[in-house]
C-alpha cells in the first residue's frame, strides 16, 4: 500500500484547509484503520486523528471539535478537514494506514505504511 497526501499550504489563522491521503497498491490485504499525524518543527510526531474500517473515528483534545476525519472508500482516500486553524497546527501533516497481511505461514500481522507528508502553514 502506497499513500500520497496532499492539500497542504499555507493559510491565515481561522482558516480551512482539507487534506487528502490517496491509498493505492492495495491488493486482498485490509486496512484496519487510516490515521492522520503530524510533527511540527522541534516537536515529536503527534497522532491527530484516526478513522477505523467501521467508521467510528477519534480525535486529539487538541483539535477535536476544529477537524473531521473521513473516508471515502471509492476513491480509496482519507481526508481532514481542519477548521479554525491556529498558529499551533502548523506542521508537516502524515497519512499512515494499518494494514493487516497474510504471512507466508497463512498467519496475520500489520504493517504501517506511511505517507510523505504534506506542510500546512498557519499563519497570523
Known amino acids: 500500500v502506497q499513500l500520497v497526501e496532499s492539500g497542504g499550504g499555507q493559510v491565515q489563522v481561522g482558516g480551512s484547509l482539507r487534506l487528502s491521503c490517496l491509498a493505492s497498491g492495495r491488493g486482498s490485504e485490509t486496512i484496519n484503520h487510516m490515521d492522520w499525524y503530524r510533527q511540527g518543527r522541534g516537536t515529536l510526531r503527534e497522532l491527530v486523528a484516526t478513522?477505523?474500517?467501521?467508521?467510528?473515528?477519534n480525535y486529539a483534545d487538541s483539535v477535536k471539535g476544529r477537524f473531521i476525519i473521513s473516508s471515502d472508500s471509492a476513491k480509496n482516500t482519507v481526508y481532514l478537514q481542519m477548521n479554525s486553524l491556529k498558529p499551533e497546527d502548523t506542521a508537516v501533516y502524515y497519512c499512515k494506514a494499518e494494514v493487516e497481511v497474510v504471512t507466508p505461514e497463512g498467519g496475520r500481522t500489520t504493517l504501517d505504511a506511511w505517507g510523505q507528508g504534506t506542510l500546512v502553514t498557519v499563519s497570523s
Open positions: 478513522i477505523y474500517n467501521t467508521g467510528n473515528a
